[in-house]
């Protein structure tokens, strides 16, 4: 786990991540449904004994009325990285199950009420306009590829490991960039103007074979030309930590080999700038295909 600091922005996130060990049910969010609120207030008081934070926030639409409640933390790990007076937003998750609490997810401290700590990593945000840096991987069929050579194209990049087991983090996210290559591929002008990446954080495990076996269940061929829209790639250790910061990707290593992480997704546009920048798993291919056609049209 990680405090995460964007120029003044000072981001907490909650790694949902991907484990193969059952976990309480307060913390399997992948299994359960929830309705998200936005929260925004400020921290009074933290509980290591129960893993809560109290917090003084304002109404929260749809939801409640502003009040002084504590809340348990989806991921309780992070709790020694809030602070008495820290102005936070959260996402307020709501179970559909009356007997699973509250919990609060995606913490972004905003406002720091003990300026004097320092995070030990520094995270990246990114933001409409960032110009991304050219970053070198290897991809499924073994060959050296780096980001600044889809210049001139609008490239959809997302992260991924081959060995994740929760169906709503990494399967989802690679099984609706399939939907977006169908979807793109209608349009041949616009599909020779894109192109798809995604990158494993797992370089120990996802060998080229191993991505290019992963990459063809979700392209439905191995041919030769099957990948020449969508590469899956790995960088180096090294490589994939400058990633991983830039691209705001929490990635923590547990136990038995698991890997809890956070999802990031980022439309780049011909120029080698962030177009677009989606956390998480809530968007949908529609959308994304809308804000690839619009970068590609403006490009």
Not at 118 to 128: E, I, S
Request: charged residues 20%; negative net charge; contains cysteine.
């Amino acid at each position: 786990m990680r405090i995460l600091l964007a120029s003044t922005l000072l981001a907490v996130a909650i790694v949902a991540g991907c484990h193969s060990s059952p976990k309480p049910e307060s913390q399997n969010s992948a299994a359960q449904a929830y309705k998200v609120y936005k929260l925004r207030g400020k921290v009074v008081a933290t509980n290591p004994a129960t893993g809560e934070v109290t917090v003084n926030h304002d109404a929260i639409p749809g939801f409640m009325d502003a009040m002084i409640m504590p809340y348990k933390l989806k991921n309780p790990n992070i709790l020694s990285e809030l602070h008495p007076g820290d102005t936070i937003t959260a996402d307020v998750l709501v179970s559909e199950n009356p007997n699973v609490d509250v919990l609060l997810d995606h913490i972004v401290v905003i406002a720091q009420g003990k300026p004097d700590y320092k995070p030990a990593v520094f995270y990246h945000v990114p933001a409409l306009g960032d110009a991304v840096p050219d970053f070198k991987l290897r991809n499924q069929d073994g060959r050296a590829i780096h980001l600044d050579q889809f210049r001139g194209k609008t490239l959809l990049l997302t992260f991924i490991y081959t060995r994740c087991p929760l169906p709503n983090f990494c399967p989802l996210v690679t099984h609706n960039f399939a939907v977006i290559d169908k979807q793109l591929a209608a349009n041949p002008a616009l599909y020779a103007r894109t192109h798809l990446l995604c990158v494993s954080f797992d370089p120990e495990h996802d060998t080229p074979a191993r991505l290019r076996a992963y990459g063809a269940q979700y392209i439905g061929s191995d041919s030769k030309s099957a990948f020449a829209h969508w590469d899956f790639a790995v960088p180096s250790q090294r490589e994939l930590l400058e990633m991983a910061k830039f691209f705001d990707v929490g990635i923590t290593h547990g136990a038995n080999d698991t890997i809890t992480h956070t999802l990031s997704t980022a439309l780049i546009d011909a120029r080698g700038k962030v177009a677009q920048f989606y956390s998480g798993n809530e968007w949908t291919p529609d959308q994304v295909v809308a804000d690839v056609i619009k970068t590609a049209s403006s490009s």
